[in-house]
């Protein structure tokens, strides 16, 4: 299993530094260098937090409606319900660490799965996958949930992680980008 992915469509780099499985679900511990304009929507998890601490650059976290600017050295922790984004409004990249608690080895693998699926062409060029299937399983196993108005696509998205299951996509998806010579999982 690769220690670093890189997305080929929005040149988003992902270290895993300390991966869920490693410490027995204590911890995710991610490097990332997030390019300028990159981010994500707005959305929520119930079971993980997350801290975003900044190496280099400047991150801009969304939280509660207000945009705060980190710099290197500062960080800020997302607690598990509280909506929020992050984002690189500046015009060079950002590096940062995000800690995840408890670690979640579905969020690391629905990364892989979005990087794969960007290497292989099927994502449009904000690394958005083409198909609605394979959003739904990402958002599903990285326990990503959508807010304003993505969150109307909940009750889909559930439907679709049904047909995807049924349907053998998930494992698909599992076995093309998360394979792990020991575990078939994610």
Do not use: W
Request: overall charge positive; proline content about 6%.
């Amino acid at each position: 299993m690769e220690k670093t992915i890189i997305n080929p469509v929005i040149k988003d780099q992902v270290t895993f530094t300390q991966t869920a499985r490693a410490t027995n679900g204590r911890i995710t511990t991610l490097q990332v260098t997030l390019m300028p304009g990159g981010g994500t929507p707005l959305h929520y998890h119930k079971n993980f937090s997350e801290t975003f601490i900044v190496v280099t650059g400047e991150l801009t976290i969304t939280l509660k409606n207000k945009a705060l600017p980190l710099y290197a050295g500062q960080k800020l922790t997302v607690e598990p319900g509280q909506l929020h984004r992050f984002s690189n409004t500046s015009s060079g990249p950002v590096v940062f660490t995000t800690v995840i608690l408890p670690g979640s080895e579905g969020f690391e693998n629905a990364l892989r799965i979005l990087y794969g699926l960007a290497g292989d062409q099927k994502t449009d060029r904000k690394g958005i996958p083409k198909s609605l299937l394979a959003l739904a399983v990402v958002s599903k196993i990285s326990d990503m949930r959508p807010a304003g108005t993505g969150a109307l696509m909940i009750p889909f998205f559930g439907l679709l992680n049904f047909i995807a299951g049924i349907s053998g996509f998930h494992k698909k998806l599992v076995n093309r980008y998360c394979k792990m010579p020991e575990v078939q999982k994610c």
